[in-house]
C-alpha cells in the first residue's frame, strides 16, 4: 500500500473501493444496484406524489411517512454518484470536501430517518392510546414543528462531527474501503489523534439513533400494554394491524445499522466485500423495502397508488 507525505485534510484526493476482489465484475454488479436505486427513487416518489395528490391521505400518519420518503429519497441520492461512478466508470476520486459533503448528508438522513421513525412510533401511540384526542394532539402545525426540529436536530448533532475531520492530517494511504464517505473509515486514515473525533462521532450517534431506539422500544411496550388492555380482540388484532408497517420500517432500518456496526468492531477477519456489502445494504435496503412496506401493508396507501398508476395508463 503506499504511503504520501503529511497533507492537510484540504488538499487531498481520497480513492473510494468498488467491491474488494471482485472489480472485473463491477459491471455486471453494476445491475442489481441500478435496479435496486430505481425501485427506491420510483418507489419513495410515488408514495411523496400520492400523499400529496390525495386528499384523503392528509391525515398525520401519512405525513410522516412523506417524511420516511423524502429521508429515503436524499439517503440514496447521498450514494448514488459514486457507487455507480465506481461501478460504471472506475471513478475513484473524490477530493476530501466533496467526501465531507457526502459523508455529512449521509449521516444526516440517517439520523432524520432514525427521528421520523420515532415520530411515526409516538404517532401510532397516540392513536391507539387516545383515538379521541388524535386529530387535536397531531395537528399540522405540530407536524410541521416535528419535522423542523427534526432536520434541526440532525444539522446541529453532526456538524462537529464532521468538521472536527477539519483538523486532521493524512499521512497514509488515501484508500477508503467503501463506494461512498464512511465517517469511521475517513479517520482511520489520519496519522493525527483522533480521540475527540470518535468522542464526538459516538456522543452524536448515541445522543440520535441511540435514543431513538430506547423511545421507540419504550413506545412499543406502552402500545402493547395499552392494545391488551382492549378487552375484544378483533379491535386487539385491528389495532396491532396498524403498526405491522412500521415496525417493519423499524426493522429495515436498524438490523442492517447493528449487523455494519458489528462487522466493523468484530468482523476483521471477515473477506473484505463481506463488509463493503453490508455497507450497501445498510444504505439501500430501507430507501427500497420502505414504500413496498407501506404498498403492501397499508390499504389507504396501495388504493391511492393503484388510482395514481390507473390514471397514467389512462
Not at 448528508?105 to 409516538?122: G, H, N, P, Q, R
Not at 387516545?130 to 446541529?156: F, K
Request: hydrophobic share 50%; with cysteine; net charge positive.
Amino acid at each position: 500500500m503506499p504511503t504520501f507525505q503529511n497533507t492537510t485534510a484540504s488538499s487531498i484526493i481520497f480513492l473510494l473501493t468498488g467491491v474488494p476482489g471482485l472489480e472485473a465484475f463491477h459491471t455486471w454488479i453494476s445491475i442489481p444496484f441500478c435496479f435496486l436505486y430505481a425501485t427506491a427513487l420510483s418507489g419513495n416518489s410515488l408514495i411523496l406524489f400520492v400523499i400529496i395528490t390525495q386528499p384523503s391521505l392528509h391525515e398525520p400518519m401519512y405525513y410522516f411517512l412523506s417524511m420516511l420518503s423524502t429521508t429515503d429519497l436524499g439517503l440514496s441520492i447521498s450514494t448514488l454518484a459514486t457507487m455507480l461512478g465506481i461501478f460504471w466508470f472506475n471513478a475513484r476520486e473524490i477530493s476530501f470536501n466533496a467526501c465531507l459533503s457526502q459523508m455529512f448528508f449521509i449521516k444526516l438522513f440517517t439520523v432524520m430517518e432514525s427521528s421520523v421513525l420515532l415520530a411515526m412510533a409516538y404517532d401510532r401511540y397516540v392513536a391507539i392510546s387516545n383515538p379521541l384526542r388524535y386529530a387535536t394532539i397531531l395537528t399540522d402545525s405540530r407536524i410541521a414543528q416535528i419535522g423542523v426540529t427534526i432536520v434541526i436536530r440532525g444539522t446541529v448533532m453532526l456538524t462537529p462531527m464532521v468538521a472536527l475531520l477539519k483538523r486532521l492530517t493524512f499521512c497514509s494511504s488515501r484508500v477508503l474501503h467503501h463506494s461512498y464517505c464512511f465517517h469511521p473509515d475517513v479517520m482511520k486514515l489520519s496519522c493525527t489523534d483522533t480521540r475527540i473525533n470518535n468522542a464526538v462521532g459516538l456522543t452524536a450517534m448515541i445522543s440520535t439513533v441511540g435514543v431513538d431506539s430506547v423511545l421507540i422500544l419504550l413506545s412499543y411496550i406502552l402500545i402493547i400494554r395499552t392494545v391488551l388492555s382492549i378487552a375484544a380482540p378483533e379491535e386487539r388484532k385491528k389495532a396491532f394491524s396498524t403498526c405491522i408497517s412500521h415496525i417493519g420500517a423499524v426493522a429495515i432500518f436498524y438490523i442492517p445499522l447493528i449487523s455494519l456496526s458489528f462487522v466493523h468492531r468484530f468482523g476483521k477477519r471477515a473477506p473484505p466485500y463481506v463488509h463493503t456489502m453490508i455497507a450497501n445494504t445498510y444504505l439501500l435496503i430501507p430507501p427500497v423495502m420502505n414504500p413496498i412496506i407501506y404498498s403492501v401493508k397499508t390499504k389507504q396507501i396501495r388504493k391511492a397508488v393503484i388510482k395514481v398508476l390507473q390514471y397514467k395508463e389512462i
